[in-house]
């Protein structure tokens, strides 16, 4: 088994608000293995943006956390200085967000931007900065590189934006990139185009894909192992295949019961949940999916759940599952 | 039976004005021709990218886009002149799409959801009463009525918006992208309540979407928009069986499917949808179609029946396999 390029160890983090402190993350174990696709599953509200963001260093100004690593080639990256993680992304991880158009200045040309985003390459003169930044776009899918290269964010359409944004955390080939809801912006079609860019960048690059998402489709076409969470924890972690062919938590079953592409007979009514998340200012003892379980028993709401192994590379964090 | 909605040959043009144009002598054809019905109690999905005029239709039928050729009926009466639409705005209702951007951050929810009595100056009654009945039929509680805009989940924000939209009791809704940025559990919720408000009112609804998943469970009759035209329509389980237009058949394709063992090596559908600036001629969708062939860049092709309410827009009469298409005859 090769080194994890990522991993993240016992994470617990926690935003402050004035109610109290919202325990976004707790106690999170997951690794990245180089070259794999990983894909984060979940509700809003999750933690899974927020696991995201702890990836990349970037918690947020309130983040607190409480215990826990990340590990980034063998760096804990959440204990660097930020001029040490400032160096580190870009070269090593990189991330894709949801909204391209937030992710790039207005005011400036996707050329210039390309180049700025390449400061850290100390050897190369701005006019390679600009060929590597053109030949990615042209790597991306853009039909007329040159022409983007001179366009302004809000001339390009949506999915052209994020081929750029795929672009630009791509130019200085990181090991791991990060991409939070990268097609949930888009229509069907520009969306089934990200996926099969993201597979062909996947083959050549080999750098390893975290893919954050509430959409499980995307999930199923894209990645090898697939890691669900509920309320700030991981409730399950498995090979895609087994996800989606063997789920054993059961609020993964519930999610992929409720998911109306999986309904193909037109039915009245579909499948829901029911209840609601638990507030994570006061996080409760027991499972945190209990309330909602169709399987809870009484141990379920006072013992913290178990994390089972049910098959290699396959676990679940229940009382009920047996291995 | 007469339909609730009738539109036929509606146009919707916008000078094309800008820089090189500020006379408007160019116009952009937004919405070209346009044919469809809606009866009463029935769901209809307008399905489309974004910039295939889903929701200028949605705006042209409530009066707040002007059109420029064509009729629309409204339960049998004309909608042409301004007034004949403020008539109709106390049947029709529109579900925007981001709830939570719709609703007044300074108004509570149930002043929100009473509003549209002020607005229309209908006797309101007892207001707590009212308030109350409203946020039952949505599924929410009374003490939501005190609530702010920002202390709702997406879910319940479009909630929100739907009992507001059912305050004046509507015979028919326009939701646009209904479920759109909510999670899979909630969607589903939302869909079971627009179920049931229908069965419960005979509600009409015009649904207008990209998601086909949400589209299959929810509609009976399925309009195919491409750059403002309608390319193909019918029932909903036919749709999908046996979709006939390319692009119909391309959309439904590159739908993402929640099983790894479905992955598809190919892509279903290459390029974007055009600018309207730059309206490709013949057949819109030639640019990016399959089976596209020289005809299909000079000819546009007409709406075909092809029986059983279908209808469809292609010169090919067997759009199923690739080799073995067949050519219209060619008038």
Same mark, same amino acid.
């Given at each position: 088994?090769?080194?994890?390029?990522?991993?993240?160890?016992?994470?617990?983090?926690?935003?402050?608000?004035?109610?109290?402190?919202?325990?976004?993350?707790?106690?999170?174990?997951?690794? /990245?293995?180089?070259?794999?696709?990983?894909?984060?599953?979940?509700?809003?509200? +999750?933690?899974?943006?927020?696991?995201?963001?702890?990836?990349?260093?970037?918690?947020?100004?309130?983040?607190?956390?409480?215990?826990?690593?990340?590990?980034?080639?063998?760096?804990?990256?959440?204990?660097?200085?930020?001029?040490?993680?400032?160096?580190?992304?870009?070269?090593?991880?990189?991330?894709?967000?949801?909204?391209?158009?937030?992710?790039?200045?207005?005011?400036?040309?996707?050329?210039?931007?390309?180049?700025?985003?390449?400061?850290?390459?100390?050897?190369?003169?701005?006019?390679?900065?600009?060929?590597?930044?053109?030949?990615?776009?042209?790597?991306?899918?853009?039909?007329?590189?040159?022409?983007?290269?001179?366009?302004?964010?809000?001339?390009?359409?949506?999915?052209?934006?994020?081929?750029?944004?795929?672009?630009?955390?791509?130019?200085?080939?990181?090991?791991?990139?990060?991409?939070?809801?990268?097609?949930?912006?888009?229509? /069907?079609?520009?969306?089934?185009?990200?996926?099969?860019?993201?597979?062909?960048?996947?083959?050549?690059?080999? +750098?390893?894909?975290?893919?954050?998402?509430?959409?499980?489709?995307?999930?199923?076409?894209?990645?090898?192992?697939?890691?669900?969470?509920?309320?700030?924890?991981?409730?399950?972690?498995?090979? /895609?295949?087994?996800?989606?062919?063997?789920?054993?938590?059961?609020?993964?079953?519930?999610?992929?019961?409720?998911?109306?592409?999986?309904?193909?007979?037109?039915?009245?009514?579909?499948?829901?949940?029911?209840?609601?998340?638990?507030?994570?200012?006061?996080?409760?003892?027991? +499972?945190?999916?209990?309330?909602?379980?169709?399987?809870?028993?009484?141990?379920?709401?006072?013992?913290?759940?178990?994390?089972?192994? /049910?098959?290699?590379?396959?676990?679940?964090?229940?009382?009920?599952?047996?291995? | 039976?007469?339909?609730? #909605? *009738?539109?036929?040959?509606?146009?919707?043009?916008?000078?094309?004005?800008?820089?090189?144009?500020?006379?408007?002598?160019?116009?952009?054809?937004?919405?070209?021709?346009?044919?469809?019905?809606?009866? @009463?109690?029935?769901?209809?999905?307008?399905?489309?990218?974004?910039?295939?005029?889903?929701?200028?239709?949605?705006?042209?039928?409530?009066?707040?886009?002007?059109?420029?050729?064509?009729?629309?009926?409204?339960?049998?009466?004309?909608?042409?002149?301004?007034?004949?639409?403020?008539?109709?705005?106390?049947?029709?209702?529109?579900?925007?799409?981001?709830?939570?951007?719709?609703?007044?951050?300074?108004?509570?929810?149930?002043?929100?959801?009473?509003?549209?009595?002020?607005?229309?100056?209908?006797?309101?009654?007892?207001?707590?009463?009212?308030?109350?009945?409203?946020? @039952?039929?949505?599924?929410?509680?009374?003490?939501?009525?005190?609530?702010?805009?920002?202390? $709702?989940?997406?879910?319940?924000?479009?909630?929100?918006?739907?009992?507001?939209? #059912?305050?004046?009791?509507?015979?028919?809704?326009?939701?646009?992208?209904?479920?759109?940025?909510?999670?899979?559990?909630?969607?589903?919720?939302?869909?079971?309540?627009?179920?049931?408000?229908?069965?419960?009112?005979?509600?009409?609804?015009?649904?207008?979407?990209?998601?086909?998943? $949400?589209?299959?469970?929810?509609?009976?009759?399925?309009?195919?928009?491409? $750059?403002?035209?309608?390319?193909?329509?019918?029932?909903?389980?036919?749709?999908?069986?046996?979709?006939?237009?390319?692009?119909?058949?391309?959309?439904?394709?590159?739908?993402?499917?929640? *099983?790894?063992?479905?992955?598809?090596?190919?892509?279903?559908?290459?390029?974007?949808?055009?600018?309207?600036?730059?309206?490709?001629?013949?057949?819109?969708?030639?640019?990016?179609?399959?089976?596209?062939?020289?005809?299909?860049?000079?000819?546009?092709?007409?709406?075909?029946?092809?029986?059983?309410?279908?209808?469809?827009?292609?010169?090919?009469?067997?759009?199923?396999?690739?080799?073995?298409?067949?050519?219209?005859?060619?008038?």
């Amino acid at each position: 088994m090769s080194e994890p390029v990522l991993s993240v160890e016992n994470l617990s983090l926690g935003y402050v608000t004035p109610e109290g402190t919202v325990a976004a993350l707790r106690g999170v174990n997951l690794s /990245v293995d180089p070259g794999e696709v990983l894909g984060v599953a979940g509700e809003s509200g +999750c933690g899974k943006s927020t696991l995201a963001a702890a990836m990349i260093g970037l918690p947020g100004p309130n983040a607190r956390i409480q215990s826990g690593h990340v590990r980034l080639g063998g760096r804990d990256i959440l204990a660097l200085d930020p001029g040490a993680q400032r160096r580190l992304r870009g070269r090593e991880i990189a991330m894709v967000f949801q909204d391209p158009m937030t992710a790039f200045s207005p005011v400036l040309t996707m050329g210039a931007q390309l180049v700025d985003f390449q400061a850290n390459r100390d050897a190369a003169s701005g006019r390679e900065k600009w060929r590597s930044a053109r030949d990615m776009l042209a790597r991306v899918g853009l039909s007329d590189p040159d022409l983007s290269m001179r366009r302004y964010p809000h001339e390009l359409s949506g999915g052209m934006r994020q081929r750029v944004a795929i672009a630009a955390a791509l130019l200085m080939r990181p090991k791991v990139l990060i991409a939070d809801e990268p097609t949930t912006a888009l229509d /069907v079609t520009m969306e089934a185009q990200i996926i099969h860019l993201l597979r062909e960048l996947r083959a050549d690059f080999h +750098c390893a894909i975290v893919i954050v998402t509430h959409h499980l489709g995307v999930i199923a076409e894209l990645c090898d192992r697939v890691a669900v969470m509920y309320a700030g924890e991981v409730v399950e972690v498995a090979p /895609v295949d087994a996800l989606y062919h063997a789920p054993r938590h059961p609020y993964t079953r519930a999610l992929l019961a409720c998911d109306p592409a999986n309904i193909t007979q037109r039915a009245a009514r579909l499948p829901t949940i029911g209840g609601r998340l638990p507030d994570l200012r006061d996080p409760p003892s027991g +499972c945190a999916f209990a309330p909602r379980c169709t399987m809870a028993t009484p141990r379920c709401r006072t013992a913290p759940p178990p994390r089972v192994a /049910v098959a290699p590379g396959h676990n679940a964090l229940c009382h009920e599952v047996t291995p | 039976m007469t339909a609730l #909605l *009738d539109i036929r040959d509606l146009r919707v043009e916008v000078a094309g004005g800008g820089w090189f144009d500020p006379a408007g002598r160019g116009r952009l054809t937004i919405l070209a021709d346009l044919s469809l019905s809606l009866a @009463a109690g029935e769901t209809l999905a307008l399905v489309g990218e974004s910039g295939s005029g889903k929701t200028t239709l949605a705006r042209a039928i409530l009066g707040l886009q002007a059109t420029s050729g064509g009729t629309m009926a409204f339960d049998g009466k004309p909608l042409a002149e301004p007034g004949d639409f403020r008539a109709i705005r106390r049947r029709t209702a529109l579900m925007f799409q981001d709830a939570a951007a719709s609703l007044s951050p300074r108004m509570t929810v149930g002043d929100a959801v009473i509003e549209p009595f002020a607005i229309h100056g209908v006797p309101i009654g007892n207001r707590r009463d009212r308030i109350a009945e409203l946020l @039952a039929e949505v599924g929410l509680a009374p003490d939501m009525a005190a609530r702010y805009p920002h202390e $709702l989940s997406g879910g319940q924000a479009r909630r929100v918006g739907v009992a507001r939209a #059912l305050a004046l009791k509507p015979a028919l809704v326009i939701a646009d992208e209904p479920t759109a940025g909510l999670d899979v559990s909630v969607q589903a919720e939302i869909l079971n309540l627009m179920a049931d408000l229908r069965a419960r009112h005979g509600l009409s609804y015009l649904i207008i979407t990209h998601n086909l998943a $949400l589209v299959r469970h929810v509609a009976e009759r399925i309009a195919v928009l491409y $750059l403002g035209r309608l390319v193909e329509s019918g029932p909903t389980g036919a749709i999908f069986a046996d979709p006939r237009h390319p692009y119909t058949q391309s959309l439904i394709a590159a739908e993402p499917l929640p *099983d790894p063992r479905k992955r598809r090596a190919d892509l279903a559908i290459r390029g974007e949808i055009p600018s309207i600036l730059r309206r490709p001629a013949g057949c819109e969708f030639h640019t990016r179609c399959p089976l596209a062939d020289a005809i299909c860049r000079y000819d546009r092709p007409t709406l075909r029946d092809l029986g059983q309410g279908r209808r469809m827009r292609c010169h090919f009469t067997d759009t199923t396999t690739k080799g073995g298409r067949h050519e219209l005859e060619h008038r």
